[in-house]
């Protein structure tokens, strides 16, 4: 990094003060949640979608800013790289006719702001990483303009104090180094929201952890980075590393990465919290003037900001969140496992099956948590991610077996009766969880399709031409939003 590393952009009475804080904080958190002061609407969902940017030839565009401005739509949003935006769908409530009236008003926000893009020349993709994404493009230029970010940037690389090695083996092997956070820029998700009342936190966080790794088998759609075929779900194993501040030595001590998948089952939503404050230091040392106390003993609800924004640089896959939205507190869980795409309907199948698993699981009176260890959960996850929908995974009272083979027998009824439960249509339920059927009764998610269509364009064109082809082709198939295990190879 060289001089452009601003190691100390934040003075040792700033960390401090920062530190003082968020525990004044946790301990206004943890007053609030023994007085119960919060919306506990547990029926409120939301999504939001990480999108790429590209070119007609299928090569990342490096033109949000522009892009958002043809867009001209709140809900859109900036992401860390130039070649990234975010769509937000506002809350709704998970009942009757949720995933339709979700997929319409995607389809419509996609295409109108599609419809945009063009005038920039530019296109939106849906997919976990474009697989035409190339060394020579992820820098410290390709990042977006947000000040945040270079201070992040300049943040990890000074706790670091050496450059990023990223190793990655999968199908192909990939070794890199990088002087900035850009890599992480690739990783584009699907994030699914739900509110949750404080004393079921607990619960509903285990059973997203103990799900994790399905989500990525049947929802993979990340096999290509650099050129290379690796993870079926690289994103894990890219995000993983591309946002680690511990240099080699801090590894080998055993200290916890910032990017992981948890250690331990919980019983509330402070015992999160409190590991944030306990494991991590500060990255962005940024104090605002409310005093926390203050507020809540006048009736408010504080903000929390830097409790908040610590978290906010923690990243856990099953995120616990914070927030006061018009006045009023909530706790959520957001579900970060999920690639983005490959089509909109695909991506309400998976939450489709998500959150009508968690609503059997959480409501369970012998919870899975209490039958299944939670290396099983981590070992699950990585092997989700490695392999796809060609995973082996562990479900308690069957043991290992075939990842499509149990979502077939144990999950999907489940997931067909949490929906059931939450009063979805069903008929919209089995339209969606028939699309997890079939990819796991035919092996086809996005990877493997992925995978497949570069193989047969790789016999006839050089690799970079094939992995242009294979995502122009996915980016009409994507149009068509016919689910992914009917889509034709090339």
Not at 70 to 98: C, H, K
Not at 165 to 185: K, N
Not at 416 to 441: F, K, P, T, Y
Request: with cysteine.
């Amino acid at each position: 990094m060289g001089d452009e590393v601003v190691a100390n952009v934040f003075t040792r009475e700033d960390r401090q003060r920062y530190r003082e804080k968020v525990k004044r904080n946790l301990d206004v958190f943890a007053r609030m949640l023994s007085e119960a002061r919060f919306d506990a609407d547990k029926r409120s969902i939301g999504l939001e979608i990480e999108l790429n940017l590209t070119e007609e030839t299928g090569d990342p565009a490096l033109a949000n800013q522009h892009v958002l401005e043809l867009i001209a739509d709140e809900d859109f949003q900036t992401e860390l790289g130039q070649f990234n935006v975010e769509i937000n769908i506002p809350p709704r409530s998970l009942a009757a006719g949720v995933f339709a009236d979700l997929e319409d008003c995607l389809r419509a926000d996609l295409n109108n702001a599609e419809q945009a893009a063009r005038g920039a020349h530019v296109h939106l993709l849906m997919t976990g990483i474009l697989p035409t994404l190339m060394p020579e493009l992820l820098n410290r230029d390709a990042l977006s303009a947000n000040p945040r970010y270079a201070l992040l940037n300049e943040q990890i690389f000074a706790a670091r104090g050496e450059d990023l090695h990223i190793v990655i083996e999968g199908v192909e092997r990939l070794a890199m180094y990088s002087d900035s956070i850009a890599p992480e820029a690739a990783c584009t998700s699907v994030q699914l929201h739900q509110l949750v009342d404080p004393a079921t936190f607990g619960p509903q966080w285990n059973a997203a952890q103990a799900i994790a790794g399905f989500q990525l088998a049947i929802g993979a759609n990340s096999p290509f980075f650099f050129g290379r075929e690796l993870w079926r779900e690289t994103r894990i194993a890219l995000f993983e590393q591309a946002t680690d501040t511990r240099p080699e030595e801090l590894k080998a001590q055993g200290v916890r990465p910032r990017v992981w998948f948890g250690e331990r089952w919980i019983t509330s939503i402070f015992d999160l919290f409190e590991e944030n404050v306990r494991y991590f230091p500060s990255l962005l040392p940024v104090c605002e003037d409310e005093d926390p106390v203050l507020v809540l003993e006048q009736g408010g609800a504080p903000s929390l900001q830097e409790l908040r924004l610590h978290n906010g640089t923690i990243y856990r896959w099953n995120r616990p969140v914070y927030d006061v939205v018009r006045g009023r507190p909530h706790l959520r869980v957001e579900n970060r496992v999920l690639p983005a795409g490959p089509t909109v309907i695909d991506t309400l199948a998976n939450a489709a099956f998500y959150y009508g698993l968690i609503r059997v699981l959480v409501d369970d009176e012998r919870p899975i948590w209490s039958r299944m260890s939670f290396a099983a959960a981590e070992d699950n996850f990585h092997s989700g991610a490695r392999h796809g929908i060609d995973a082996r995974l562990y479900w308690p009272g069957v043991g290992e077996a075939p990842a499509g083979e149990l979502v077939l027998r144990k999950l999907l009824p489940m997931a067909r009766e949490g929906l059931s439960r939450w009063g979805v249509d069903a008929v919209d339920a089995d339209r969606l969880l028939e699309i997890v059927e079939r990819r796991c009764v035919l092996g086809i998610n996005g990877a493997a399709w992925q995978a497949a269509a570069f193989h047969r364009l790789y016999e006839r064109l050089d690799r970079p031409d094939a992995l242009r082809e294979m995502t122009v082709r996915y980016r009409e198939l994507m149009h068509s939003n016919d689910p992914v295990h009917t889509w034709p190879l090339p």
